[in-house]
């Protein structure tokens, strides 16, 4: 199976810092079938994008993912109160077994 | 709306059972594979099921399987997870979600929550 590494776990930020998080599978993997998921605190997940960089609905411009291969990143250009939160990725293939990463947290 | 609703969580002993349903509403449930989800306390996500639109086709996470089930009800826009053979490690949010046509999990339920312990 598929194992997804996210680092850092937890990173300190400021309102309107730029920030890239990491994610990297433990071998190559389709770039069609990688996901980000934003959870906020007590909420349930939100896709946020989906084939590596495709935005889901209501997902806002300044979030952006990239890579290939068997490494991810997604990156918020200019971070607002709201995107304080944890934030996985996810290699959905095109059958299970899933894999989520183990998360990163974004603090003020 | 499209809307996900779980039900069903609670307190129950290890080696209980419980039935844990997902409510589908504002879309044409019969046209999405459903996935179950689930998030142990203070911990991360773990994907656990997987049934296809018709029901025909099903997959288990391997900490699961042989204990859970999942089915589904067309006719009723109904998901289910039957829960067997609990143990502490079962301990989480169970979500529901759907899946969406590129795969990824585009919408999901609010959890609930099952709780293991004597």
């Known amino acids: 199976d598929i194992v997804l590494t996210q680092s850092p776990a937890t990173l300190s930020l400021s309102p309107g810092d730029r920030v890239t998080l990491s994610c990297r599978a433990s071998?190559?993997?389709?770039?069609?079938?990688l996901a980000w998921y934003q959870q906020r605190p007590g909420q349930a997940p939100r896709l946020l994008m989906y084939?590596?960089?495709s935005r889901a609905t209501g997902t806002p411009d300044r979030f952006s993912g990239r890579g290939s291969g068997a490494v991810f990143s997604l990156t918020i250009s200019r971070v607002e109160p709201e995107d304080f939160a944890v934030y996985y990725c996810?290699?959905?293939?095109?059958?299970?077994?899933?894999?989520f990463g183990q998360g990163t947290r974004l603090e003020i | 709306q499209v809307r996900l609703v779980e039900s069903g969580g609670g307190l129950v002993k290890p080696g209980g059972s419980l039935r844990l349903s997902c409510a589908a509403s504002g879309f044409t449930f019969s046209d999405y594979y459903m996935s179950w989800i689930r998030q142990a306390p203070g911990k991360g996500l773990e994907w656990i099921s997987y049934v296809s639109s018709s029901g025909t086709t099903k997959y288990y996470a391997d900490s699961v399987k042989g204990r859970f089930t999942i089915s589904r009800d067309n006719s009723n826009n109904s998901l289910s997870l039957q829960v067997n053979s609990l143990r502490a490690g079962d301990t989480a949010v169970y979500y529901c979600?759907?899946?969406?046509?590129?795969?990824?999990?585009?919408?999901w339920g609010q959890g609930t929550m099952v709780t293991v312990s004597s």
């Open positions: 979600a759907r899946v969406s046509y590129s795969n990824a999990f585009d919408i």
């Open positions: 084939a590596t960089s």
């Open positions: 071998e190559s993997v389709s770039s069609s079938y």
């Open positions: 996810q290699h959905y293939g095109n059958r299970p077994p899933y894999s």
